[in-house]
């Protein structure tokens, strides 16, 4: 069974930072690109950012280029985001996703509030 | 950037009823879209890929159409696990934009 499991948000104070993993299972991980979505409370979803199966090609939103950086880890079938000079307006929840289409993972909540 | 346009925003049917969506893309996509379906606290779950291909597991009363820019999503004889919100989402291109999510109520 496909399964990606999100973990590393909480609350954070503005200007913090975070590190969210994905873990991979039940699919050869290392050929595809992966994505990172949000939705904010209340809202539509968002996303966020994208790389490819080799980490050759990267691409992120407007929203959040320059703070925040993905990564991933073939050998560990894992995905990273790293997200520096958090905003309030970061508030999410944050879905990896294998691209193009799915399957998504549960979320994972991220706060950022004083 | 590609924007997505779904209407309508919200929608009321019942229970055995045929509903439509649709998604419109600002500039052609050919046939990279998906719709996703969302259910209050879940995540979103897959439906349909490359516009019309139903994912594995997802009953056939799902079903998508379209190419270019406007597209559909087709749920038929509608039953109570049904009444949620739905996403379509480009991937033409980047960045991934998605429509604005339609919500699907019970009348």
């Known amino acids: 069974e496909v399964q990606l499991v999100e973990s590393g948000g909480g609350l954070v104070k503005p200007g913090g930072s975070l590190r969210l993993s994905c873990a991979a299972s039940?699919?050869?991980?290392?050929?595809?690109?992966m994505n990172w979505v949000r939705q904010a409370p209340g809202q539509g979803l968002e996303w966020v950012s994208s790389?490819?199966?080799?980490?050759?090609?990267?691409y992120y939103a407007d929203s959040v280029q320059g703070r925040f950086t993905v990564s991933r880890d073939n050998a560990k079938n894992s995905l990273y985001l790293q997200m520096n000079s958090l905003r309030a307006e970061d508030t999410a929840m944050y879905y990896c996703?294998?691209?193009?289409?799915?399957?998504w993972g549960h979320g994972t909540l991220v706060t950022v509030s004083s | 950037d590609i924007q997505m346009t779904q209407s309508p925003s919200s929608l009321s049917a019942s229970v055995g009823d045929r509903v439509t969506i649709t998604c419109r893309a600002s500039?052609?996509?050919?046939?990279?879209l998906a719709w996703f379906q969302q259910k209050p606290g879940k995540a979103p779950k897959s439906l349909i890929y490359?516009?019309?291909s139903l994912q594995s597991g997802v009953p056939s009363k799902f079903s998508g159409s379209g190419s270019g820019t406007d597209f559909t999503l087709t749920i038929s004889s509608l039953q109570p696990e049904d009444f949620a919100t739905y996403y379509c989402?480009?991937?033409?291109?980047?960045?991934?934009?998605f429509g604005q999510g339609t919500k699907l109520e019970i009348k």
């Open positions: 996703a294998r691209d193009p289409s799915g399957p």
């Open positions: 039940g699919f050869t991980f290392s050929i595809y690109s």
């Open positions: 790389i490819s199966s080799t980490s050759r090609f990267i």
């Open positions: 500039q052609g996509i050919s046939n990279y």
């Open positions: 490359a516009a019309s």
């Open positions: 989402q480009q991937y033409s291109t980047y960045p991934r934009t």
